[in-house]
């Protein structure tokens, strides 16, 4: 979301559009990924699971740590940036999801959660909520990135918010990455 927000404030809205279609394109992937099989990978093999789960714990930590030690700056403040195509736009969006283990993460535990074996076809379920999933996201992503000009305009007119902001993210980020750290359960069995 920082990445499309940031995007449309340097960049302007059309910028932070074609991001999203590249952040929609690979949440699509993971859909695909996580239906396919990669949760039965992850299921019958623990280590990867926990390992998944620990490189979404120091990913979240990372965050947080640039959060609290950021130099005041607003994530939302314009800067300078070379004139990106929308190629690029579209790939940088693309790749950043990609490399995003919490997407993943929430495929992984989410879709699974929702499929019912006596509903019907579980890979048209997987794909049916996977689907809706990325509407929804890409349609509050929407709204998110129209209104990241008045935020940026908001929050760079007063730097107590700014402050304020950076400690909450930092906060919310460290003890997100905490919980997962501290996370006990292991992955179900294949049925």
């Known amino acids: 979301m920082m990445y499309m927000v940031s995007r449309s404030i340097a960049q302007g809205r059309r910028a932070g559009v074609v991001s999203l279609g590249g952040v929609a394109a690979g949440a699509l992937v993971f859909v695909v990924v996580t239906n396919l099989g990669l949760?039965?990978?992850?299921?019958?093999?623990?280590?990867?699971?926990?390992?998944?789960?620990?490189?979404?714990?120091?990913?979240?930590?990372?965050?947080?740590?640039?959060?609290?030690?950021?130099?005041?700056?607003?994530?939302?403040?314009?800067?300078?940036?070379?004139?990106?195509?929308?190629?690029?736009?579209?790939v940088m969006g693309l790749v950043t999801n990609l490399l995003n283990p919490k997407i993943a993460l929430l495929y992984l535990s989410l879709i699974p959660q929702f499929v019912d074996p006596r509903a019907g076809d579980v890979l048209l379920q997987g794909f049916a909520f996977g689907g809706i999933q990325i509407v929804v996201s890409v349609a509050a992503n929407l709204v998110i990135i129209m209104a990241a000009g008045a935020l940026s305009e908001f929050l760079v007119a007063r730097p107590v918010w700014l402050r304020v902001q950076r400690y909450a993210t930092g906060s919310a980020l460290g003890v997100l990455a905490l919980l997962l750290v501290m996370d006990q359960s292991q992955p179900e069995p294949p049925a």
Do not use: C
């Open 39 to 90: 949760l039965t990978v992850l299921r019958t093999v623990p280590v990867m699971y926990t390992s998944f789960k620990i490189a979404g714990a120091v990913y979240l930590g990372w965050l947080a740590w640039q959060a609290f030690r950021s130099d005041g700056a607003s994530v939302f403040a314009p800067r300078e940036t070379a004139d990106v195509s929308t190629r690029r736009l579209f």
